[in-house]
């Protein structure tokens, strides 16, 4: 009897303790799934302030009525929507301080683009040369994405701590099912001991053991397996995801400097022949066209190369960062060095990854180092196994400004490991910091197969 009340008891424990481990896990799913809605809402915020900022700007550049379009379906869906994403970062305990930044960075930027529409409907085209709105525009909209950024970071945690309280709870049930065949088997045995006679029982029972506990090793055997080729899978969709961004940054690279780029050459053409025209009398708006051709130029050019350097494939990594470091140096005063031999040695995909991975090392040293050189080499390694190694390094204030797991570093590094390579973050010999990643080299049959 106090062997059949102590299996009672142990089934009882652990059916409770399931059942108490699924509550968990349905709140805790609760939880992950209203951080991720509110991020998702939070990412919508973002695009309607960017469809708001668009639509005014082409409006007061224009004019014309169709460019408000974009402007007031913003304004409507941010009237519509924002209350509800209000409510639910209010329920995650979202700090008021914070809250009350994005409400006043929201009226204040609805309140700035009002203002323009309206100033350029009464005003005509004399608001265009002033800039005072554009600049006060720029700074309440680069508020709005940091405190939206920030916003989904915290989301981001609620998500990861949910799906640690997830690994805690199924840690917790497992522990309970690996308990109750201990029990069991304890009883048996004491039954043995105590029930001679019921052999053949307890025969068959270790018999259905044997067999529940082969049926669970194949089944764990099978869920690794499984899990295996997930990970293998989502790596392949990450790999594709990033080769997709890319063929898409070509794709708009090209349009905005064939079809953009186009419109402004025949705005500055017609405006040359409109002066040769009304020369000697010319009028001086006819400058001022000219002048907005040629910044419609150089803006569809510059747009077109942060999507997608036209060097990089047309002559390789090695030209498209000797005129990436040229613009920098020119714009930023940064003296530059550029020494990459063998880097044809790498893939078309490889050579993506590394420029994007030295504009996000430019990028961090213009911020945070206080750099006055910058050098950005490469060269062919054979320790174990062929690779590329490329080095980014600077003579700034070194790495201890910058956090473990900034932005920055978390880009450079996944970029890295999609590329199959390693990256590395530390201080430069002598001062400054040093970004290392390593690719490997890949045969040619290899590379024409992926």
Not at 141 to 160: G, I, K, T
Not at 190 to 206: I, N, Y
Not at 283 to 291: A, K, M, R, V
Request: net charge neutral; with cysteine; glycine share 8%.
């Amino acid at each position: 009897m106090s062997l059949l009340l102590a299996v009672f008891v142990a089934f009882v424990g652990t059916a409770l303790g399931a059942a108490s481990s699924l509550n968990e896990l349905l709140a805790n799913d609760r939880q992950r799934g209203e951080a991720m809605r509110a991020q998702a809402d939070l990412q919508h915020l973002l695009t309607l302030l960017l469809d708001l900022e668009t639509g005014q700007r082409g409006y007061i550049i224009t004019g014309e009525q169709p460019f408000l379009r974009p402007y007031e379906a913003a304004v409507d869906e941010l009237n519509q929507g924002y209350a509800r994403l209000r409510e639910q970062l209010r329920a995650s305990d979202l700090d008021r301080a914070a809250l009350g930044r994005l409400d006043r960075l929201i009226r204040e930027r609805l309140l700035q683009a009002a203002r323009n529409v309206e100033a350029r409907r009464i005003g005509g085209d004399a608001v265009l040369k002033d800039l005072g709105p554009y600049v006060e525009g720029k700074r309440v909209m680069d508020e709005l994405r940091y405190e939206v950024d920030r916003l989904m970071q915290l989301q981001q945690s609620r998500v990861a701590g949910a799906d640690a309280v997830t690994a805690e709870i199924e840690e917790r049930t497992l522990s309970l099912t690996r308990l109750l065949p201990a029990v069991g088997l304890a009883a048996l045995l004491g039954a043995l001991a105590l029930l001679q006679r019921e052999r053949r029982r307890r025969d068959r029972a270790e018999g259905a053991l044997r067999e529940l506990n082969a049926g669970l090793e194949c089944a764990v055997q099978q869920r690794t397996t499984e899990l295996r080729q997930a990970l293998t899978r989502i790596k392949h969709f990450a790999v594709e995801m990033d080769r997709g961004i890319e063929a898409e940054r070509r794709r708009l690279a090209r349009e905005v400097h064939d079809q953009v780029g186009q419109v402004g050459t025949a705005i500055k053409m017609l405006a040359y022949s409109l002066r040769q025209k009304l020369a000697p009398s010319g009028d001086p708006l006819l400058d001022e066209l000219q002048q907005m051709a040629d910044e419609a130029i150089r803006a569809a050019r510059a747009i077109s190369a942060s999507l997608r350097p036209p060097l990089l494939d047309e002559l390789g990594l090695e030209a498209a960062l000797q005129h990436y470091l040229r613009t920098l140096q020119r714009q930023s005063g940064l003296q530059t060095q550029l020494a990459l031999p063998d880097v044809a040695e790498l893939a078309g995909e490889q050579a993506g990854q590394l420029f994007r991975i030295v504009q996000e090392a430019c990028t961090n040293v213009l911020r945070h180092a206080q750099a006055h050189t910058l050098s950005v080499s490469g060269r062919r390694v054979d320790a174990g196994q062929p690779g590329y190694e490329l080095l980014v390094q600077d003579d700034g204030c070194g790495p201890g400004q910058l956090r473990p797991d900034a932005a920055g570093l978390r880009n450079m590094r996944e970029r890295a490991l999609l590329a199959g390579g390693r990256f590395e973050f530390g201080p430069a010999p002598g001062c400054g910091a040093c970004v290392r990643v390593w690719l490997p080299l890949q045969p040619p049959h290899q590379e024409a197969v992926a």
